[in-house]
């Protein structure tokens, strides 16, 4: 199995960064004055796809490879 | 403790529950990195080094197996002893001062000293370690209850931490005397044995012409400066 651990990462990033946007969103809990579950959910979405990006970046790129030598 | 009492005073309910699951999954690769370790060293380099070599794969890989369940339960039993402290860095440091001060000798003998040998190595990490359990069992600290019984109190810390540092003091020295004295009275090992493993044997591997970025000193002095620079402003 060659999984490319990006993927993984990027999904368990995502899928956390929405579940605690979604809260900021709706809850609105501030500290310190700021909504800080909305922020950081953003910024985890963010990463999250950039990894998905990333890994689906590398797949896109080796497939025609793979399709013509085989 | 400092980060879970920040997480629960000043999180809300949400980034707390994202905080405390990357402390556990710290704690959790952490653990199973040690955990690695320590079946690792037991089954490769005591149990078919020195034990029952020449043994099947099959039967490492069992010796593997339970000595990881072996690992994780002493360390479940160590979380109850540590809960008798007043807190985990006393503890830590009580352990380190068993284990690591003496260890610290025997690398250091190990990877700089060719003259070195396994035996010499062995009797002083046993030597050492005994060091720290005799300076425990002798000496106290002031107002506190010890978690073992002591034989005798010849001196009184003013707190733990003093006890567990001079502790670690005993326990290297006796190790770095022992080991060298035992070293230069047993066989030594023939230089070719120890390519690869000791400092002044080895090769090294030098590359003037890498970037920056790729040169170890370079980083190093960056790594130096930010901390000094982080500590004289946060000072």
Known sequence: MRLDLRYPIGLLLTSYGAILAIEGAVVRATVLGLNVNLYWGVVMIVSGLGALYLAWRRSASAAPRGSASG | MALPLMMSRYYPAGLL??????????FMSGMAGNVTAFNTVWTFDIYQSYIRPRQSDAHYLWMGRMATVFGVLVSVATAYA?????????MLQLVFSFVNAPLFATFLLGMFWKRTTGHGAFWGLVAGTGAAALHYEVTGV???ISLLPKIAVVHAYPSDMAQNFWGAIVAWTTCFVATATLSLATTPKADGDLRGLVFGLTPRSANPEAAWYQRPAVLAAVVLTLTLALNMVFW
């Open chain 2, 82 to 90: 540590a809960m008798r402290f007043n807190n985990i860095m006393d």
């Open chain 2, 17 to 26: 529950g994202l905080g405390l699951t990357a402390l556990l999954a710290s």
């Open chain 2, 142 to 144: 002031i107002g506190a």
